[in-house]
């Protein structure tokens, strides 16, 4: 049974910074792509940031390039997601997902028929 579950959401006030940590099994990690996606209240979910198997591709939405960073740590079936200088606007239920196939799973916010959530943790920006 594959489980995807993150941790690491919270409160912090604009321009603070915070680090989702997003960990998989009942996959092969190394053999899947990774992503984040988020939905705001009163809007759909929409993909933030996604990284292919190896690590070496990645997708961000345009909202969060050059803030945003998306890694793994395919040792230890982990993926990270580092957000920095973040806003209000950023606001929203961050989900972690995975993939068996392309990184650019990202587009349009629904994944794919394979796709497998986590339930969601909460990031909440202040101003």
């Known amino acids: 049974q594959v489980q995807v579950a993150e941790s690491g959401g919270g409160s912090v006030q604009a321009g603070g910074s915070l680090r989702l940590s997003c960990t998989a099994s009942?996959?092969?990690?190394?053999?899947?792509?990774m992503g984040w996606f988020r939905r705001a209240p009163g809007n759909e979910r929409e993909g933030v940031a996604c990284?292919?198997?190896?690590?070496?591709?990645?997708y961000y939405a345009e909202s969060v390039k050059g803030r945003f960073t998306i890694s793994r740590d395919n040792a230890k079936n982990t993926a990270y997601l580092q957000m920095n200088t973040l806003k209000p606007e950023d606001t929203a239920i961050y989900y972690c997902?995975?993939?068996?196939?392309?990184?650019?799973?990202?587009?349009?916010?629904?994944?794919?028929?394979?796709?497998?959530w986590g339930q969601g943790t909460q990031v909440t920006v202040s101003s």
């Open positions: 990284i292919s198997w190896g690590g070496r591709a990645t």
């Open positions: 997902a995975a993939d068996p196939g392309s990184y650019r799973f990202c587009d349009g916010g629904r994944g794919t028929g394979q796709t497998y």
């Open positions: 009942g996959l092969t990690f190394g053999d899947t792509a």
